[in-house]
């Protein structure tokens, strides 16, 4: 079984930073990419930004410039650096991964349990 699991999400002010992080876990041999989704109240889950196990990233628009994803493949971490937060990058973010599993030797897509992050003043 594998697992992501999230942390560093909560409130900030706008302008403010936050850094979210997730770890994966479980029976692994390897990662191909991994992400960042977030979802807002009533709207749907939308890709944030990516990173391949190469180092590629890919960025939403409106995140260009102000977030910043990068990876530790050998501790199998992603996190994403959030900079100057504005009141509608308010969702919940998920972790997302797609994951080897040791025991099949298929790749697998995982979702983290989502982190709130909430841009208020």
């Known amino acids: 079984q594998v697992q992501l699991v999230e942390s560093g999400g909560g409130l900030v002010q706008p302008g403010g930073s936050l850094r979210l992080s997730c770890a994966a876990s479980?029976?692994?041999?390897?990662?191909?990419?991994m992400g960042w989704y977030r979802q807002a109240p009533g709207k749907q889950r939308e890709l944030v930004a990516s990173?391949?196990?190469?180092?590629?990233?890919n960025y939403a628009d409106s995140v260009k410039g102000r977030f910043t994803i990068s990876r530790d493949n050998a501790k199998n971490t992603v996190s994403l650096q959030m900079n100057s937060l504005k009141p509608e990058d308010t969702a919940v973010y998920y972790c997302?991964?797609?994951?080897?599993?040791?025991?099949?030797?298929?790749?697998?897509?995982?979702w983290g349990q989502g982190t709130l992050v909430t841009v208020s003043s």
């Open positions: 997302n991964a797609f994951a080897g599993i040791a025991t099949t030797k298929g790749y697998l897509e995982v």
């Open positions: 479980g029976s692994i041999f390897s990662i191909n990419a």
């Open positions: 990173i391949t196990s190469g180092g590629s990233t």
